[in-house]
């Protein structure tokens, strides 16, 4: 069913409760998230760890979510989808403290699955709750909103490092005690999720190319950002920057996240055809990947280029999220939103393996090269549905 069959009987004022509830649960996990990639990354670094293994670590978050996308549909409908959030906090917090209590490298890999696991989970419902609670004509704003929230995490998860270094205990402590707190607005507002009490037309995998142009947009966004969080704070230590230095820059590009997805929300609900913007932002992030070689030299100039270059690239995953909210509704758009965090978990394996791979054979200029490789293929995506004019998007 499409949201434009349903319009008229559709909500037009903003569900507060339900929108707090979701929002606020997965930001305090962004922010654990934003923590634990730099700082798994430069404890691998530390012990030696080759940057291609150090890829295919960051790859089996990618591999969880693969896993654990196909099913949270059928877990939220057979249990609740307040449940299932509230099981998945509490699986990502123990995986979280486990990393600092497996000190073999062999271990880490089943801890990626079930701590990318579990946050898979919440993404997933989260962003099907407040696709639900959010009125059409609204839709970007409110998705804007959500992604500016989320970035705020995801930029104070590299500054709580930055303070805290990749020595001991407290990171770990620090970093699933915040997932902790995500159970609680969920555990508040558990009579305001969402229900599902029809299961999806189709097949999982048929979601995937329902709308394409959105998930393409997210493989990319996913390749590009968890691929360069992960491997960021190894490239910019290789060109003498500090951890803190580094770490800092990471924070920055969060910040122009954080400032840009409500205008840019607001712009795609004004916009009739939203393939055009995401067609834009593909560009943007082609020629800011590539710039990063040139300026990388200069700390000031590497964190303007990532404040507008992270802003405007980050709004892939907010606006495809939105083109796919404009398509779908209930069970339909929850499956569609699991075929979307399939496709960024796709993204999520191809993206540290390519990056880590090309710093590897081509040296620190890889880093660049292979997330510019990633754009090039979307710009070409984007463009070819823009001249095909394919009313589904």
């Not at 979510?65 to 609740?80: C, E, I, K, N, Q």
């Not at 712009?267 to 990388?296: N, Q, Y």
């Amino acid at each position: 069913m499409t949201q434009n069959d349903c319009n008229d009987g559709h909500r037009e004022d903003i569900h507060w409760p339900s929108l707090v509830a979701a929002i606020s649960s997965i930001s305090a996990v962004g922010i654990a998230i934003g923590l634990g990639l730099p700082l798994l990354s430069i404890i691998l670094e530390k012990r030696g760890i080759p940057s291609t293994l150090i890829g295919l670590n960051s790859a089996m978050a990618g591999i969880a979510s693969m896993l654990a996308a196909p099913v949270t549909t059928r877990l939220a409908h057979d249990f609740g989808v307040a449940r299932t959030m509230i099981a998945a906090v509490v699986i990502a917090a123990i995986s979280g403290l486990g990393f600092y209590y497996a000190e073999a490298f062999w271990m880490w890999f089943p801890l990626r699955l079930f701590f990318h696991g579990a946050t898979t989970t919440l993404f997933i419902l989260s962003e099907f709750w407040i696709n639900a609670a959010a009125p059409p004509s609204r839709r970007g704003l409110v998705l804007g909103i959500y992604s500016t929230v989320l970035s705020v995490g995801f930029a104070v998860g590299p500054f709580i490092f930055s303070f805290l270094g990749s020595d001991g205990i407290l990171p770990f402590a620090i970093g699933s005690g915040i997932i902790l707190l995500a159970a609680i607005p969920i555990f508040l507002a558990r009579g305001e999720s969402p229900e599902l009490d029809e299961k999806p037309d189709m097949h999982f995998f048929r979601y995937i190319f329902l709308v394409p142009t959105a998930t393409a947009a997210v493989f990319v966004f996913g390749a590009a950002s968890v691929g360069g969080l992960s491997l960021f704070p190894i490239y910019a230590t290789r060109v003498g920057f500090t951890e803190a230095q580094s770490a800092l820059l990471l924070t920055v590009m969060g910040v122009g996240n954080m400032v840009f997805q409500i205008p840019l929300g607001m712009l795609s609900d004004v916009l009739k055809d939203r393939r055009i913007l995401l067609s834009l932002l593909a560009i943007i992030g082609l020629g800011g990947s590539l710039l990063i070689p040139i300026l990388v030299h200069s700390w000031l100039a590497m964190a303007i280029l990532l404040l507008l270059w992270g802003g405007s690239v980050s709004g892939l995953y907010t606006i495809g999220l939105s083109h796919l909210g404009s398509r779908l509704t209930g069970a339909e758009l929850a499956a569609a939103n699991a075929a979307f965090i399939f496709c960024y978990a796709v993204g999520t394996v191809a993206g540290p393996q390519a990056v880590g791979g090309a710093m590897d054979i081509a040296g620190n200029n890889g880093f660049a090269w292979a997330i510019a490789g990633f754009f090039a293929l979307y710009v070409l995506v984007s463009l070819t549905r823009l001249l095909f004019k394919s009313p589904r998007g």
